[in-house]
């Protein structure tokens, strides 16, 4: 398979005040089309900054990022939001579901942004909550609902308008080992059944084992790492 | 619009706090509806094209100064002067004094100037051969259940009879209506009864008259005649100030109050509380939302829907608080008319006080909006999600 995301030279500066911070030193970094990419390190090494220069939710202060041949770099923010909408799936820590929408509705959020009409919006988030295995919750708020299945239907969200590449961080940062689990075993499926091109961000080396290899970052600098 | 869901949500994501705000909208609409409504009726009163056509000749001194009753005829003789009449204000109030008349003792050809004023042939004939006849405006009538052929005593607040006593008595002979229904609420209120009667019967009154109103031939010439029926008593010791009537109406309304001002001096202040009420609702709404605005960026809403969106959700909560208040105040004018006896008669919401309040709601929502929905917009994804 080819490659999908490529990083060339990538570096993060934030400036607080006078004072700057880099963050993301020089890195260089190819993900494989169809890859299950894990990143650990430790608090404050820059795997957060590093996932969102990969979904476009930012840009970097150096070097390039390419996703399936565009470049993101050079993207300005509209063009940036339009082609996250079409291209990513994203997937937090804590959930970040729409308390006030049902998980049916949540899941229809991306699916808004197309040109879908409601009849279909609402056929498409229903077969992403089946593959989550949530088709019988979908009428419930995420208040009623377990951290592991907010989180499933979190993964819906991402999933819905059918992107490439899932970036994910923490997924089970919140979870009991159980959650954990199911969460992680369904990104597997996603990855594996699929296709979809996974780069999650961990704390637990269990979680890390779903992946098909892990990244070490410390201190804004890459150390790869193959994994059996 | 495939977003109402989303802005509909957010809105009632605090039903408390929403609910709270909303009845504090509703009330300030409700209020701006019934002031509207008496701005109204003020504005109204007197504005009919026959009005304009009317001269009201009184007192310069004060308007309770009796004028001679032989200025009659010289005012007629005023050129551009079509007709003229005269008339003296009564007093009258019905069994207890604070069932106020609005009462006219007129010469016989009163109504003759006032096309507005319906009354059948026959009556007016009755009327006309009737020396203690009455004619009596319909909304009068049936707020003290009168019927043509009731003999109805009246108390005059001012004139007493030939026998000291205040109490008079009248035939009832016929009904007014008024024939413009917007200007005309007035009409339905009137007593009228025969200036010669009232001359007669009262010691106080010796062939004086209150005032006159005479009907011009030409509007455009309504100053000119003025003048001329103003310099008929020149330095005399009864000195007149004619004006036209939509000017001594206006002047009347001015000596009570100025009522535009005092409306728009309570809508100022209640329209500040607003601002800072629902702004403040707005700020809060969209400061606990923060993660909830990032998340959308996020998918990949723009940061122009973003901002249409919170706009949107501002708007919508000052129409929905706005269009209930104000239909509110359409429900209960008719009452506040009706209890008031008929001596107010505020026209319901209508086209235009509809317009200006709809345009108030969208551009208060827009201004208390406007703040939030620029800090949504500017909302950086990666600070908010990160709680920063
Ligand atoms: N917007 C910002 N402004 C200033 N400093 C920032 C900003 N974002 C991140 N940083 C800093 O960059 C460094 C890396 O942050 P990042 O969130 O990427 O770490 P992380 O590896 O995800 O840590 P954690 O495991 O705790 O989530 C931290 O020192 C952080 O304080
Ligand atoms: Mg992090």
């Excluded at chain 2, 869901?5 to 509703?26: D, E, G, N, P, Y």
């Excluded at chain 2, 319906?118 to 009755?126: C, E, I, L, M, S």
């Excluded at chain 2, 000052?318 to 009452?335: E, N, R, T, Y």
């Amino acid at each position: 398979m080819g490659t999908l995301i490529e990083l060339r030279n990538l570096s993060k500066v934030y400036e607080r005040g006078r004072q700057k911070v880099e963050v993301l030193h020089h890195i260089d970094l190819d993900i494989a089309e169809g890859d299950f990419l894990a990143m650990m390190g430790p608090s404050g090494s820059g795997k957060t900054t590093l996932l969102n220069l990969i979904g476009g939710l930012d840009s970097p202060s150096g070097g390039s990022i390419a996703v399936a041949g565009q470049r993101l770099d050079q993207l300005g923010a509209g063009a940036l939001a339009r082609w996250r909408a079409a291209h990513v799936g994203f997937v937090f820590q804590f959930y970040n579901l729409m308390p006030m929408l049902s998980a049916q509705r949540n899941v229809e959020l991306p699916l808004l942004l197309t040109r879908l009409n409601g009849a279909q919006r609402r056929k498409n988030a229903g077969i992403a909550l089946q593959l989550v295995g949530l088709g019988d919750r979908a009428a419930h708020k995420p208040g009623e609902l377990s951290g592991g299945q907010q989180q499933r239907v979190a993964i819906a969200r991402a999933i819905v308008s059918d992107p490439a590449l899932l970036v994910c961080d923490e997924p089970t940062g919140d979870l009991d080992r159980q959650s954990a689990e199911d969460v992680l075993g369904l990104l597997r499926t996603l990855n594996r059944e699929h296709g979809k091109t996974i780069v999650m961000v961990t704390h637990d080396p269990k979680a890390a084992e779903y992946a098909n290899h892990t990244l070490h970052l410390d201190k804004g600098t890459l150390v790869e790492q193959a994994t059996a | 619009m495939k977003y109402l869901h989303l802005i509909w949500a957010a809105l009632f994501r605090r039903k408390a706090r929403t609910v709270l705000t909303l009845v504090s909208i509703v009330a300030a609409f409700l209020l701006f509806g019934m002031l509207d409504a008496v701005r109204t009726s003020f504005d109204q009163a007197g504005q009919s094209a026959n009005g304009a056509q009317r001269l009201q000749t009184g007192s310069k001194l004060s308007f309770i100064q009796p004028l001679p009753q032989s200025l009659e005829a010289q005012i007629a003789q005023v050129p551009g002067v079509k007709q003229v009449t005269y008339a003296n204000w009564f007093g009258g109030a019905y069994q207890d004094p604070h069932n106020q008349v609005f009462s006219f003792a007129v010469a016989p050809n009163y109504i003759d100037l006032y096309p507005e004023i319906a009354v059948d042939p026959a009556a007016r004939k009755a009327f006309d051969a009737s020396r203690t006849g009455a004619l009596v405006g319909e909304t009068l009538a049936r707020r003290f259940h009168w019927k043509v052929g009731d003999k109805i005593p009246l108390q005059s607040t001012i004139f007493p009879n030939r026998e000291g006593s205040k109490n008079w008595s009248f035939d009832i002979v016929g009904i007014l209506h008024s024939t413009d229904k917007k200007t005309g609420g007035f009409y339905d209120q009137l007593f009228l009864l025969h200036w010669k009667y009232f001359d007669e019967t009262t010691p106080y009154n010796r062939g004086q008259v209150g005032w006159y109103v005479s009907r011009v031939a030409d509007v455009n010439q309504a100053d000119r005649v003025a003048r001329a029926i103003d310099a008929l008593s020149a330095n005399s010791d009864h000195e007149t100030r004619t004006q036209t009537e939509q000017a001594t109406t206006a002047s009347w309304m001015k000596q009570l109050a100025d009522i535009g001002l005092i409306v728009g001096a309570i809508m100022g202040a209640v329209f500040f509380t607003l601002l800072l009420l629902s702004g403040n609702t707005m700020m809060q709404a969209v400061r606990e939302r923060t993660a909830e605005l990032a998340v959308l960026k996020t998918i990949g809403f723009s940061s122009r829907s973003v901002l249409a969106m919170v706009l949107a959700e501002s708007v919508l909560l000052l129409l929905l608080g706005g269009v209930v208040g104000l239909g509110l105040a359409a429900l209960l004018i008719p009452g506040v008319s009706a209890g008031s006896g008929g001596m107010l008669n505020l026209p319901t919401v209508g086209a235009s006080s509809w317009l200006l309040g709809l345009a108030l709601m969208v551009a208060v929502g827009l201004l208390v909006g406007a703040l939030p929905a620029w800090r949504a917009m500017r909302l950086n994804i990666v600070d908010a999600l990160a709680g920063r």
